[in-house]
């Protein structure tokens, strides 16, 4: 029977194309997030790698296809086309200074697009004008980000617009710094114009596959979300039920250059935090989650865990050897299920089959899975150097002195180099700080307290997830 059960996907764009049924009746509403996207003013989603954010996306996207007076529109920025962005500024010296309105201009054409399709639109002539002309230049319907950029990026688009649309006349012409924040001026108006009845979500997703590590691109996100709290609000003080959301990791949120970043955390955003301690593990949220996806293919008031698994393994409560083995996200605890099932032959798993499980789960599925969330932020060479040195060590703890002598040897000898890996390793959570105070010793991670920082004073304890994949004793 446990291997009937359908876990899902690592990735939520299959989940929702190869299995729907996790997306319509199995989808597990953490922190009331999808309320709080539809009603509540709150637009920004955080939550470290695999914490359900691309499933929110998802879910809104199936409720706006089974409510007619809901529109939802999705942008994935994964493979976001940074350098035609940045050609949207006329210079390369005031490139930041017009990301805003940059942004605006590609947010409010899509949700242009958005409205366009909603028959309860009475549209004013200013919204037909504006809409006619984006049409005539290939830029709606079906906005695409991409193509967006591409023709707004061509030296006399602006111009060109703006005679069209007649916001400027031939005398009066602005300079290439002023013209995008006049396209922004005029769709803003256009859209504060019509009238509808139904919602408007555009949500902007990718924000994980698009790092390369450059200063420009945190610059870039910042603005981003800078935009969309902006526009947000002038739709809420208009009454339009339109909103921007985005989902973001909570780490990539922290680099972003943007001076509201606390007001927004405090105002208007959910922290996908999954982390919730070690005592009371029955009802955990990420065991709850794993149980519902179980009743949707067995008996609804089955719980897997008594049913399927040992008590004990290595004389710790099974739930939290498993959940000692993930970073407390819905990914990792689900695809730790899924690596389970490899091993299920009878009616019950051995402590040796979950061994096995683990094994599986730590070599096939949580170790690529570091690796993937460091993409972007340290080199591929290093990431495999790094690793290699972790393995050929043998040992699950480290001494952070000799790790750090590696780095200076091997990879880099500058202390900003150095910075950057320590730092990305302790933010993936491959890393912890082992935290010795008088004879009780404490393991800090990332994913139990998103404020902690790695300290050089303190040996470095590898991931358990990581054990069996690197061979480690």
């Known amino acids: 029977m446990f291997k009937k059960i359908e876990f899902g996907y690592a990735d939520a764009s299959n989940e929702a194309l190869y299995q729907p049924r996790l997306i319509n009746e199995g989808y597990y509403d953490h922190k009331n997030a999808l309320s709080h996207a539809r009603f509540k003013p709150d637009f920004l989603f955080l939550g470290n790698k695999g914490a359900g954010k691309s499933i929110l996306g998802e879910k809104l996207e199936n409720e706006a296809a089974h409510d007619p007076e809901f ?16 050609k949207l500024s006329p210079s390369k010296e005031s490139s930041e200074a017009t990301y805003p309105s940059a942004w605006a201009w590609l947010l409010l054409i899509s949700v242009m697009d958005s409205i366009q399709q909603d028959e309860s639109m009475a549209q004013g002539a200013d919204f037909s004008e504006t809409f006619g002309t984006l049409r005539s230049v290939g830029l709606l319907p079906d906005a695409n980000i991409r193509r967006i950029i591409e023709h707004s990026s061509k030296r006399t688009f602006s111009l060109d617009i703006l005679k069209t649309l007649k916001i400027t006349e031939e005398g009066n012409l602005p300079d290439a710094i002023g013209r995008m924040p006049m396209l922004e001026d005029h769709l803003l108006k256009a859209i504060l114009s019509v009238n509808f009845g139904s919602q408007h979500i555009v949500v902007i997703d990718g924000l994980d596959d698009i790092l390369t590590g450059k200063e420009m691109q945190y610059k870039a996100i910042g603005s981003l979300i800078f935009q969309a ?9 208009n009454r339009q039920k339109i909103k921007i959301i985005i989902l973001c990791r909570t780490d990539v949120f922290e680099k972003a250059n943007n001076t509201n970043k606390n007001k927004i955390r405090q105002d208007t955003s959910v922290k996908l935090d999954w982390y919730r301690g ?15 996806r179980a009743h949707l293919y067995i008996d609804k008031n089955i719980d897997i865990f008594d049913s399927f698994f040992p008590k004990r393994i290595n004389h710790t409560e099974t739930i939290k050897h498993l959940l000692n083995h993930t970073r407390h996200t ?5 695809q730790l299920m899924k690596s389970m099932q490899n091993f299920y032959n009878s009616r019950t798993l051995s402590e040796n089959d979950v061994k096995e499980g683990v094994k599986h789960y730590s070599s096939e599925y949580f170790l690529p899975e570091i690796k993937d969330s460091l993409v972007g932020i340290i080199s591929d060479k290093i990431i495999e150097q790094v690793f290699s040195y972790f393995g050929k060590t043998r040992s699950r703890e480290l001494k952070t002195r000799d790790f750090i002598n590696f780095i200076e040897e091997e990879i880099s000898d500058d202390p900003d180099v150095l910075a950057s890996i320590l730092d990305a390793l302790f933010s993936s959570c491959a890393i912890g700080n082992i935290q010795r105070v008088g004879r009780e010793t404490r393991y800090s991670y990332k994913f139990r307290n998103q404020n902690s920082t790695f300290s050089i004073n303190e040996d470095i304890m590898l991931h358990r997830g990581l054990w069996k994949a690197l061979n480690l004793s």
Not at 71 to 86: A, G, S
Not at 330 to 334: E, I, K, Q, S, T
């Open 71 to 86: 529109f939802v529109k999705r942008i994935n920025l994964e493979d976001f086309p940074f350098k035609t962005f940045d």
């Open 278 to 292: 070690e005592e009371n593990l029955a009802e955990n949220e990420l065991v709850k989650l794993a149980n519902a």
């Open 330 to 334: 819905p990914r990792d605890f689900l």
């Open 229 to 237: 709290r902006r526009l947000n609000m002038h739709f809420a003080k």
